[in-house]
């Protein structure tokens, strides 16, 4: 039930936000199109495979921590079609993924990467969208990036590593501990997130923003031509 209304609130957000970016440019489209569903579909298919590459940083973080970029793709359509269609690229996406590997974390983890993912996400798109610039998507990548680094901190000590030491049985010290053998600064759940997680993050998100900055402007008119036809 919490997961369906997180999801429901996310999309919520993102649907308003479209529509108020569309008022305040005095243009009026449709949130979907049959060209749009079909971008969508295959940037979500793009992210979802991508989403199964997986490697450990074991220099900041535990390996049970790992980095992917499947945020690439779909950072890519909501800068193309704007942030409702990168939300739900984004859900498409973990929904692919579960469908090629099933989920080991009781769909924890997969909630975890729809809300972290889409804190970046969301931000990013409404940003550039409001006002469509190379200026405005380096600044709206950076925002981006530090919401996503913040929240996702902030979501791995207050929920996320407390229902992973609780579904795995682990206890929360031993966890810390595995923090402790990487870095002796870390002795609690904060220090933990502040300098294993939040670096992670804060790596992705860098590396998703340049890629994107330097793909999208090439890639932009074959995705509207392809859209507009």
């Known amino acids: ?26 243009v009026k489209e449709k949130v979907f199109t049959t060209r ?9 298919a793009v992210a979802g495979i991508m989403m199964l590459f997986e490697f450990p940083l074991p220099m900041i973080a535990p390996p049970f921590y790992e980095l ?4 690439l793709p779909v950072l890519i359509c909501g800068f193309a079609f704007g942030p409702v269609a990168g939300v739900v690229t984004e859900f498409l996406k973990v929904l692919i993924k579960l469908f090629l590997k099933s989920t080991s974390t009781a769909f924890v983890g997969d909630l975890a990467n729809f809300v ?6 969301l931000p990013a798109t409404i940003l550039y969208h409001l006002k469509k610039s190379k200026k405005a998507a380096v600044i709206s ?6 919401c996503m680094a913040v929240f996702g901190t902030a979501f791995n000590a207050i929920y996320l590593i407390p229902a992973f030491s609780k579904l795995y049985q682990i206890p929360l010290e031993a966890i810390i501990a595995m923090g402790t053998a ?3 600064s870390i002795t609690d759940i904060v220090t933990f997130v502040i300098i294993c997680v939040g670096p992670l993050n804060i790596i992705k998100g860098t590396v998703v923003s340049v890629i994107t900055i330097l793909v999208y402007k090439p890639l932009s008119p074959i995705i509207k031509q392809s859209h507009k036809k």
């Open 68 to 71: 992917d970029l499947s945020e």
């Open 182 to 184: 990487i870095n002796a």
């Open 1 to 26: 039930m919490v997961f369906a209304l997180v999801i429901v609130g996310v999309f919520a957000l993102a649907y308003v936000a479209e529509l108020l970016i569309q008022k305040r440019r005095g």
């Open 116 to 121: 972290v993912g889409c804190t970046m996400i």
């Open 141 to 146: 990548c950076v925002v981006g990036t530090i």
């Open 36 to 44: 749009k569903v079909a971008m969508i579909g295959m940037f979500s």
